[in-house]
């Protein structure tokens, strides 16, 4: 369990002390667990490789962790999210979840749980649409735009061709979208 002094201290100041302060990194990892195995279970609908592929995220962040540098007030879900996006499309690229990630941070073996920690790990994720919801209240030029860039991976200019207008507009629609969500985040953290 998280030491309690880190319940209330932000992602900048949790991922600077994880090098030092396990407890840190348990906190932060504690605040994205659910979030990170729902967007992996979505996209894979395997639990076990969802939960693989989010402690191969961890890891990668838990290293890099150091480099963060957010935006003023900002939390890093985007950060780890991105993160997760890259892990994923790696994976699927190379047909395979990746051990190396683990290994560079001195963990030896994907994080075991056993049958009922994911099968609730698999109904919390099932709970957690609020990424979904989120997307869906956006009005639907931005929410398609954000859609098919950021979950899609399309380029602005197949999106454009799509959406027959310019590359322009659906750059402007994906910011908007953007900084909506993250507006929004920002205020139910």
Not at 25 to 49: I, S, W
Not at 173 to 185: E, Y
Request: aromatic share 8%; glycine share 6%; proline share 3%.
């Amino acid at each position: 369990m998280p030491d309690m002094r880190w319940s209330d201290t932000g992602d900048e100041a949790l991922l600077g002390a994880a090098r030092s302060h396990p407890d840190a990194f348990a906190e932060f990892y504690d605040r994205y667990e659910t979030p990170l195995v729902g967007y992996f279970l979505r996209r894979t609908g395997n639990v076990e490789v969802a939960v693989d592929l989010a402690s191969e995220v961890f890891a990668a962040a838990l290293a890099a962790a150091h480099r963060y540098r957010p935006a003023p007030g900002r939390t890093a879900a985007a950060w780890l999210f991105t993160i997760a996006q890259n892990t994923l499309r790696d994976s699927l690229r190379r047909g395979r979840v990746e051990a190396r990630g683990r290994r560079r941070i001195g963990i030896r073996d994907a994080i075991a749980y056993t049958e009922d920690e994911l099968e609730r790990i698999e109904a919390l994720a099932g709970q957690t649409d609020w990424a979904t919801r989120l997307l869906e209240s956006l009005p639907e030029d931005q929410r398609e735009a954000v859609r098919e860039r950021v979950l899609g991976e399309r380029s602005y200019r197949e999106i454009a061709a799509d959406l027959e207008t310019s590359e322009l507009v659906v750059r402007k629609r994906v910011s908007r979208g953007l900084a909506t969500l993250r507006k929004r985040l920002e205020e139910t953290a």
